[in-house]
């Protein structure tokens, strides 16, 4: 099974057998990206992405109401990797993806 195969069915919502993941991509490092009220959990999430870039660009686009994503959460977020407002947390995050499955 490829990455991508993988982070698809993690898209998904399916399950992913450790088995079937070769051991070189357990520990491949992917980004977990999420939104939601703050206080709460993930409304939208977790997304897993393979870079920081993608990560962030899908949490703007998820947070662009039509007329774009809140001021400065781009720099938030590559920042320290976390934006809120009053509305809303976003967040990514580094992780191995043996941790994720």
């Not at 993930?42 to 686009?61: F, H, M, T, V």
């Not at 007329?67 to 967040?91: C, H, I, Q, S, T």
Request: charged share 25%.
């Amino acid at each position: 099974m490829l990455l991508e195969e993988v982070l698809d069915r993690l898209a998904d919502d399916l399950t992913v057998d450790r088995a079937d993941v070769p051991g070189h991509l357990l520990k491949q490092k992917v980004w977990v990206a999420g939104l939601g009220q703050p206080g709460c959990l993930y409304d939208g999430g977790p997304y897993y992405c393979r870079s920081k870039r993608q990560a962030i660009e899908l949490l703007l686009d998820i947070a662009d109401n039509g007329e774009g994503a809140p001021r400065g959460m781009r720099a938030a977020l590559e920042r320290d990797g976390v934006f809120f407002n009053k509305y809303f947390r976003a967040e990514i995050s580094q992780v191995f993806l043996g941790v994720v499955i």
